[in-house]
């Protein structure tokens, strides 16, 4: 179970790879009192550096490429990338429109997908303890 590695905290790093900002407010929407990932010792932070997980919205747009594939190696193994909404899982609304290319969690391998447009703040909790979990397998 994901409690035994993360006991204290799990460190998520947010990229907002070319997304409308609907997925954004739900993430957002976690730190609200009703949701609180706090509570589970869960946090989103600055770095990655210092992230246990990436979690990644919309599709990849170009100018987002180059900065995404760096956060990725600046993460520290076993890296776990959580693709939030449907665009980021390639099948949203703005995927190939413009300068958008395939989903960011496609172009960036995601491990866990939470679907919709946007995720609910429920689905996202569940993603991301999904990824907890698969963390906690990695590491064993």
Known sequence: MSQRRFARSLAIRH???GSCNGCELEMNALAAPQYDISQEGWSIVASPRHADLITVTGPMTEAM?????????????????VAVGDC?????????????????????????????????????????????????????
């Open 15 to 17: 990229l907002v790879c």
């Open 65 to 81: 490429r180059l900065a995404a594939r760096r956060t990725l190696e600046a993460t520290a193994e076993p890296v776990v990338v």
């Open 88 to 140: 980021a899982s390639g099948e949203g609304t703005w995927c190939g429109a413009g300068s958008a290319g395939a989903g960011a969690g496609q172009e960036l391998k995601a491990s866990i997908v939470v679907r919709g447009c946007p995720p609910t703040p429920d689905a996202l909790r569940e993603g991301l303890r999904a990824a907890a979990t698969l963390l906690d397998e990695r590491n064993s």
